[in-house]
T-cell receptor
């Protein structure tokens, strides 16, 4: 079945620095890759997503890149701010059904 | 409503007790999902509804878990004879899109603790 690996599990950066989180997936038929942000005790929120027919998508300080050949995609956050501190989850669909497979999450700490 | 609403926010159950968790999706959202999130982990899929039809229940961990959405709006996840391993946050998500898991809006979840 589909498997999604996410790295690193914890990431600590200084305010203003960039942060990169990487994910790999196993189902070559996957065609949609969302990223969710979950603050402590709160709901996961979709922050950006990308389809398999594009290689990169940007929205202000966040961007996602996709390498279909290598089956990996990455989240890039530039000019990090303390409010970016949260757990970030990548995900990929299981093309055999309706489930979304989530990575284990990356806890990002942005130090002021 | 403005977002996906779940109740109760917290539920403490004694082992062996039955529980029912409620989800009110965003009005007009056809797709509804239930996920289970263990502490420090990503959400894990339980089941999917398109309107009132349960199209995928492959993630339900045992026959103690049952979900319904009889009128294609509100959904209830029921867990019978709860066990300690059922302790987790149960998340509901809805989407305007059909037959897809894209653009999910999550509720705040129900944190279930089984003692």
């Amino acid at each position: 079945g589909e498997n999604v690996e996410q790295h690193p599990s914890t990431l600590s950066v200084q305010e203003g620095d960039s942060a990169v989180i990487k994910c790999t997936y196993s189902d070559s038929a996957s065609n949609y890759f969302p990223w969710y942000k979950q603050e402590l005790g709160k709901r996961p929120q979709l922050i950006i997503d990308i389809r398999s027919n594009v290689g990169e998508k940007k929205d202000q300080r966040i961007a996602v890149t996709l390498n279909k050949t290598a089956k990996h995609f990455s989240l890039h956050i530039t000019e990090t701010q303390p409010e970016d501190s949260a757990v970030y989850f990548c995900a990929a669909p299981n093309t055999g059904g309706f489930k979304t497979i989530f990575g284990a999450g990356t806890r990002l700490f942005v130090k002021a | 409503g403005a977002g996906v609403s779940q109740s109760p926010r917290y539920k403490v159950a004694k082992r062996g007790q039955d529980v029912a968790l409620r989800c009110d999706p965003i009005s007009g959202h056809v797709s509804l999902f239930w996920y289970q999130q263990a502490l420090g982990q990503g959400p894990e899929f339980l089941t999917y509804f398109q309107n009132e039809a349960q199209l995928d229940k492959s993630g339900l961990p045992s026959d103690r878990f049952f979900a319904e959405r009889p009128e294609g709006s509100v959904s209830t996840l029921k867990i019978q004879r709860t066990q300690q391993e059922d302790s987790a946050v149960y998340l509901c998500a809805s989407s305007l899109l059909t037959a897809t898991n894209e653009k999910l809006f999550f509720g705040s979840g129900t944190q279930l603790s089984v003692l």
